[in-house]
């Protein structure tokens, strides 16, 4: 192995510089028994984790069903029946091969199933194609467990969103931007709408920057006794189009357009209706005059024919919980928060019995924490308080009134489940083993699945009661353990670097295992950076380590860096960025690059940084304002100029372009290339729906501009994932090299 220290001009050096070589070989510089390879981690499998899934948990509380199999020789594939308690397998829900449609003689092939309320029968979904990241068609089957019989939802073609009523009689779903119901007893099929169309009219779903943004693709819910149907519809008509040419294979390229509302640019006007299934029609919910807001959330509360909503304003600053009559669409808002900078929107919301009160996550005091507050907008108490973070909320266990959540009291970088009474005592930690810790409750909150890592273990999952007791082991990923060991894994360690303000940034390294006395390495610091994100977690974290620790075993120290702007860090330090993305993020992760030249075996003139997205912007921009201190960079997908960006991200965090010119444009990767020096991998698919080719186009005409060189990688259709056939192994190939050529 060759480890580049400085270039040699004299014979005497070059002696020395063999020196070095044979050193290296000598002492055993790559400990594994085995050397990683870029065809284990994205061919092989060979690093893959096992898990165990529950996210079917059943109606009694006790079982889930998960992928298994029917017999002991596990030849026959099925959806099988565990128990919480002792997480045995105690019976087949069905098997795979029994899903044999009417007047077929072959089974589907099962994309993803779920299961109706009474657990009688299971809406399977087949032959799945791509909307957009998160939204799917597909033909749907309903399996009647009893019978064994299996029929297609619906003949008129492929469906999206379907989901079983809470009586099971029905089936809600979306074809063509329309929304329909299927009678399971009748079997008539129903018309709720009839605007629906492509690019300007959508019902029961969501359009493109709602699915990516508020992470919302579902726009169809049923109320709790099956009566009605609520529903988003969108009017995209006015939103400017974005194209894309597909290249496929043919002998001219396809052009693919859509709706992408970019920063400042009109969004689409959405309203709330609810549709009576007695009546067959449906009414307008009242959403406000402006129709120029936000709808992120719906929902039904306990309280009979009354529907929640949550209502944002354009700004991202004012947010609104408005309860609704579905019976007659009037509305009145009943809790509002403010904020000088931006609010985001934390699930779930939580209606107690009492249907007076209601439980809401917020960071008002300066860290996320859960609150019960009165229908009159009154907070009645402050559950979870102090300098930490809930990091997620997982449910509430009316019989005993307990809360559900995970945080990172303790440790910003570690994740551990805890519950709490509605009366804000009786605090209990469930997990007990430090690093980061996830749950996944039973109905009834009685048990829950506890999925653990660090960063140098991988998930070991048990059973547990809901006190925290654990019950049983369920996957301990031992193999997988023993394998790492085996290829020599070094262990990633967390530091804290302080930058030129006296803030303390939280960071990770994985370096050799053996430091050669005399050798100064080369740096690759790893960056995401944006808001929501936290790079340094001590969790597992899959293929990336495994690419990383390949690139330590090849001589390459690997950093990563939580800049301020990232999460879980209190309100404060999240939220710092505001109408200035770029701005303290570079300074931080320069600061840091900074810091690491000074250590003693790392060579300050090689210092690189990577990054995908927000990271490959981040990368980018570090590169050149940063010309002095990184050396390479690579980006990948990145923004290169938040005008370029969809609304709802973009001015959450950076306000309207009309109003922040200079803010948009001063940290914009294209008005800082004429500063660059060291050498810069641009890559990015050109079917990227998500950071559009565009980004990159604009770069490269920056760079041009400036007379800079650079490498350009372009994965031809592909989206922001740049996946399917070789590319990921490719695309990583091209990275590593790049990286040994240029560090």
């Not at 002492?27 to 165990?52: L, M």
């Not at 029946?81 to 098997?95: C, L, M, N």
């Not at 394998?483 to 894994?489: A, D, P």
């Not at 860096?561 to 209190?570: I, K, Q, W």
């Amino acid at each position: 192995m060759i480890i580049f220290t400085q270039k040699y001009d004299t014979k005497m050096k070059n002696i020395k510089f063999l020196l070095i070589l044979n050193l290296i070989g000598s002492v055993g510089f790559v400990v594994a028994q085995n050397t990683i390879s870029i065809e284990d981690i994205y061919k092989n499998n060979t690093f893959k984790a096992e898990f165990v899934t529950s996210g079917n948990a059943m109606r009694d509380g006790n079982h889930f069903t998960t992928a298994g199999f029917a017999d002991e020789n596990m030849k026959e594939p099925a959806v099988v029946i565990r128990e919480y308690a002792s997480g045995k397998q105690s019976g087949v829900f069905f098997k795979l091969n029994e899903l044999i449609p009417d007047g077929k003689t072959l089974p589907v092939e099962m994309d993803e199933y779920s299961i109706s309320p009474d657990e009688s029968k299971v809406l399977i979904a087949t032959e799945r194609e791509q909307i957009y990241r998160h939204s799917t068609i597909e033909n749907n089957y309903i399996y009647d467990l009893k019978t064994k019989k299996m029929f297609l939802l619906s003949a008129n073609g492929k469906q999206r969103l379907a989901a079983f009523s809470p009586d099971g009689n029905s089936v809600s779903f979306v074809r063509n931007n329309n929304i329909f119901i299927a009678n399971l007893i009748t079997g008539i099929e129903s018309k709720v709408t009839n605007d629906g169309k492509w690019n300007e009219i959508i019902n029961g779903g969501t359009d493109w920057v709602y699915e990516e943004e508020f992470a919302l693709t579902k726009g169809l819910y049923w109320s709790p006794d099956s009566k009605k149907l609520a529903y988003y519809r969108f009017d995209e008509s006015n939103v400017k189009e974005f194209s894309m040419a597909m290249y496929n294979t043919g002998l001219y390229p396809s052009n693919y357009s859509y709706k992408y509302p970019k920063a400042g640019e009109e969004n689409s006007k959405v309203s709330i209706h609810v549709y009576d299934l007695t009546a067959k029609k449906s009414i307008a919910v009242q959403v406000g005059e402006n129709t120029d807001q936000y709808i992120p959330r719906v929902m039904w509360t306990k309280k009979l024919n009354t529907l929640a909503f949550l209502r944002l304003n354009r700004l991202q600053n004012t947010i609104e919980l408005v309860l609704a009559n579905a019976n007659d669409g009037t509305s009145k808002v009943i809790y509002s928060e403010t904020s000088d900078t931006y609010l985001e929107v934390y699930d779930p919301i939580i209606f107690l019995d009492d249907s007076a009160s209601f439980l809401w996550t917020s960071d008002k005091d300066g860290w996320v924490h859960e609150y019960q507050i009165g229908m009159n907008g009154k907070i009645i108490n402050q559950l979870t308080k102090g300098e930490w973070d809930i990091t997620s909320v997982y449910g509430y266990d009316y019989s005993t009134k307990t809360l559900f959540y995970q945080s990172n009291e303790g440790n910003s970088i570690q994740r551990a489940v805890y519950a709490i009474k509605l009366d804000g005592k009786g605090k209990k930690k469930l997990s007990s083993q430090l690093g980061s810790n996830s749950a996944s409750f039973s109905k009834g909150m009685k048990y829950f699945i506890n999925t653990y890592s660090n960063a140098n273990v991988p998930y070991y999952i048990t059973s547990n009661k809901a006190d925290g007791t654990v019950l049983q082991v369920l996957q301990d990923n031992a193999k997988l353990k023993l394998k790492t060991e085996s290829y020599g894994f070094a262990k990633k360690e967390f530091f804290t670097i302080t930058n030129r303000e006296g803030i303390s940034l939280n960071a990770w390294m994985i370096k050799p295992s053996q430091l050669l006395a005399g050798v100064k390495y080369p740096v690759m610091q790893v960056v995401y950076g944006g808001p929501r994100s936290n790079m340094v977690v001590d969790s597992w974290a899959g293929s990336a380590l495994c690419w990383h620790e390949m690139l330590v075993q090849q001589g390459v120290i690997i950093v990563a860096v939580d800049n301020r702007g990232t999460e879980f860090r209190g309100k404060k330090f999240k939220k710092c960025t505001y109408g200035k993305m770029g701005k303290l993020e570079s300074e931080d992760q320069i600061d840091a690059a900074k810091y690491l030249g000074t250590l003693p075996y790392i060579d300050k003139e090689r210092i690189g940084i990577w990054g995908w997205s927000y990271g490959g912007y981040m990368s980018s921009l570090c590169l050149a304002v940063g010309a002095d201190v990184f050396k390479t960079a690579i980006a990948v997908a990145p923004v290169t100029n938040w005008r370029y960006y969809d609304s709802i991200y973009t001015e959450r965090y950076m306000g309207l372009p009309k109003d922040n010119a200079n803010g948009y444009d001063e940290y914009s990767p294209v008005n800082n290339m004429d500063k660059l020096k060291g050498k810069l991998l641009l890559v990015h698919g050109s079917g990227d729906d998500n950071v559009h080719f565009q980004n990159s186009i604009a770069l490269i005409n920056a760079l041009v501009a400036a007379n800079k060189q650079y490498d350009f990688y372009m994965y031809p259709d592909k989206n922001h994932g740049i996946r399917g056939g070789n590319s990921t192994i490719h695309l990583y190939t091209k990275m590593t090299n790049f990286i040994k050529a240029n560090l």
